[in-house]
């Protein structure tokens, strides 16, 4: 009776664990590359999905597992279908929260969600882009006509989409990143306190270089906040710092 229900739950766990990870390999590897995955607060979806899928599943099925049981095709396509519910739910969450853009506006990185991006309204080609794919960085710049901009500022203001979140004001990344990486954070307000100087030394340590050949810039995403370290010479992201960009950005102006 033992070996037919470990029997049993060792080949639903073998084909559970197969779909789950084959769909998040995919979407980690399009939807989420890093840095994104870590900031996006997908912890507690991916908790639902192991859970559901990996624990609670084949649990059920070693309890109720018994080889001439007549109601024995009906528990198990219950409990499939309670992890199929789960799946879907989970993949849904997943696809609406990965980012479509990190639009650079003002001075910050902000991951856009499937959910809120909309790529029909956008004037480049470029960024008229699948939500199924890789996430697109892209240059909100603010229209230079006066009147366009207090009309933003109150659409904003009301409620409607800010800058950041506007397709329509996009522009090419590569067109502006030179200026980009000249904004964000200083070294010597990253070393304004023990933990961000600490951090700063192990980057710096693990990268090469020094301090001043990186560029440090807020990304804003939904779980939380960091520090985007930019290679000025090569213009291309190397990592992250785990860092709240504006709890030390106060930190530095009140000292």
């Known amino acids: 009776m033992i070996k037919e229900k470990l029997a049993a739950t060792s080949i639903h766990f073998t084909i559970s664990a197969f779909i789950l990870f084959s769909f998040l390999l995919i979407a980690f590897y399009i939807w989420y590359p890093t840095p994104y995955a870590e900031i996006s607060g997908l912890n507690h979806l991916l908790l639902v999905l192991i859970g559901v899928d990996l624990v609670l599943g ?14 024995l095709k009906f ?3 219950f409990i499939a279908t309670i992890q199929l519910i789960a799946f879907i739910y989970g993949a849904h969450a997943i696809y609406q929260g990965h980012p479509v853009y990190i639009s650079y506006a003002v001075d910050r990185f902000e991951l856009i969600p499937a959910k809120d991006a909309l790529p029909e309204k956008a004037q480049h080609e ?7 794919g890789f996430p697109k960085l892209a240059y909100a710049k603010l229209p230079e006509d006066r009147e ?4 933003l500022l109150f659409e904003a203001i009301s409620g409607l989409p800010d800058l950041e979140r506007r397709p329509e004001y996009y522009e090419p990344f590569g067109n502006f990143v030179t200026a980009v990486l000249q904004k964000g954070l200083t070294p010597q307000q990253l070393s304004s306190t023990p933990e961000s100087n600490q951090k700063l030394e192990v980057f710096i340590a693990k990268h090469g270089k020094t301090a001043n050949d990186y560029a440090y810039l807020p ?8 520090l985007w370290v930019w290679d000025k010479a090569t213009e291309q992201p190397v990592g992250t710092l785990d860092i709240d960009p504006w709890r030390l950005s106060n930190v530095a102006t009140n000292g």
């Open 75 to 77: 528990d198990l396509t």
């Open 126 to 132: 470029e960024f008229k882009v699948s939500k199924l």
């Open 148 to 151: 366009a901009r207090n009309a």
């Open 219 to 226: 990304l804003v995403g939904k779980e939380k906040d960091v």
């Open 58 to 71: 084949p649990l059920l099925t070693f309890i109720i597992f018994k080889k001439n049981k007549p109601s």
